[in-house]
């Protein structure tokens, strides 16, 4: 069964401190990995894929296949970084749903 | 380009009542899901269209609820009748057919008294 984890409801670091928010994953097959965010009276919005290996807003995340995993780090938090995030994971094909973890309350304390 | 609209932003309603909520997904996609949020956190999977078909209904919680997508293009849900258990924020959220990135809608906040 498709089933995402996230192990921490909320997480508090200090300005320039490291961030890692942590997401596990279980899925028969090679999904495709997400993490979404939500800043304050904003929508729900794509932050980064694990497909694009790219860095966005100075955070990246690693697919580790061997231990189910898609990490979301950051060396230096900003105040601005404070949001939810859901790691999110979705099938091989287009017809696939999307499904969500419980999310990750971050805040980054002055 | 437009963005994921949804209304009404807020309904309230009593226990008992019925409740429309309407999507409209950014022109031309064709993946439609709708997500609620429960206790003010998870974000649970409802339903999923592809076009104006039902792709995946495992996540609808029970007969009081349905969904429609008329010709594809906008999609309403309808609790009815509404119970309390059934407050929290609906969230519609749109893909083009192989994007798999997800465009989502402000939310439907709906509170049943």
């Known amino acids: 069964a498709q089933r995402v984890t996230q192990p921490e409801k909320l997480l508090s670091v200090f300005k320039g401190a490291p961030v890692e928010l942590k997401c596990n994953y279980s899925?028969?097959?090679?999904?495709?990995l997400f993490w979404y965010v939500q800043y304050s009276r904003q929508r729900l919005q794509l932050l980064l894929r694990h497909i694009s290996r790219e860095s966005i807003k100075g955070f990246t995340a690693d697919l580790n296949k061997g231990e189910t995993s898609f990490h979301l780090k950051k060396p230096f938090a900003q105040e601005e970084d404070s949001a939810m995030y859901y790691c999110?994971?979705?099938?091989?094909?287009?017809?696939?749903?999307?499904?969500f973890g419980p999310g990750t309350s971050l805040s980054v304390i002055p | 380009e437009a963005g994921v609209t949804q209304f009404p932003s807020h309904s309230v309603i009593e226990k008992g009542q019925t409740v429309t909520l309407r999507c409209d997904p950014i022109?031309?996609?064709?993946?439609l899901y709708w997500y609620r949020r429960v206790m003010g956190k998870e974000i649970k999977f409802l339903l999923h269209?592809?076009?104006?078909?039902?792709?995946?209904e495992s996540g609808m919680p029970n007969n009081r609820f349905l969904a429609e997508r008329t010709g594809g293009t906008y999609s309403t849900l309808k609790v009815q009748p509404a119970e309390l258990e059934d407050s929290g924020v609906y969230f519609c959220?749109?893909?083009?057919?192989?994007?798999?990135?997800?465009?989502f809608g402000a939310g439907s906040r709906l509170t049943v008294l």
């Open positions: 999110a994971l979705m099938g091989k094909t287009s017809y696939d749903k999307v499904i």
């Open positions: 022109s031309g996609h064709d993946n």
């Open positions: 959220a749109s893909s083009q057919y192989g994007a798999n990135v997800l465009t």
């Open positions: 269209f592809v076009k104006e078909s039902k792709q995946d």
């Open positions: 899925y028969s097959g090679s999904p495709e």
